[in-house]
């Protein structure tokens, strides 16, 4: 990495172009390597199946309107489209919505 760059906690993370970005750099971040990247997707799923309510009532009003209108799955609530984006995020090479960016950034 050029000297410089980067704030010591964050660095680039270079993963092919599958889908799997996030579960990816997870892998790498938690494991070393980005070849559990499956374990990643599945303990994602695992998290959003465990505590639907807790994500979506976690975003506030604002943070809501744009995380289900920027969704691909938009729906008229809030709650249906958390369930359209994790019923995608269980298949391999999908995208990783806010809700699901929130949870790896959110839990410990």
């Known amino acids: 990495m050029p000297e410089g760059f980067g704030c010591g906690l964050l660095y680039p993370v270079l993963t092919p172009r599958d889908g799997n970005c996030v579960p990816r750099s997870l892998s790498l971040a938690v494991f070393g390597t980005e070849n559990s990247h499956l374990e990643v997707r599945f303990?994602?799923?695992?998290?959003?199946?465990?505590?639907?309510?807790?994500?979506?009532?976690?975003?506030?009003?604002?943070?809501?309107?744009?995380?289900?209108?920027?969704?691909?799955?938009?729906?008229?609530?809030v709650y249906d489209t958390f369930i359209q984006e994790f019923l995608e995020v269980k298949s391999l090479g999908t995208f990783i919505g806010v809700w699901q960016q929130q949870m790896c950034l959110a839990r410990k």
């Open 43 to 77: 303990r994602i799923v695992l998290e959003l199946a465990e505590h639907v309510q807790e994500y979506v009532n976690s975003l506030d009003d604002t943070t809501s309107q744009v995380a289900c209108e920027t969704s691909n799955h938009y729906c008229d609530t």
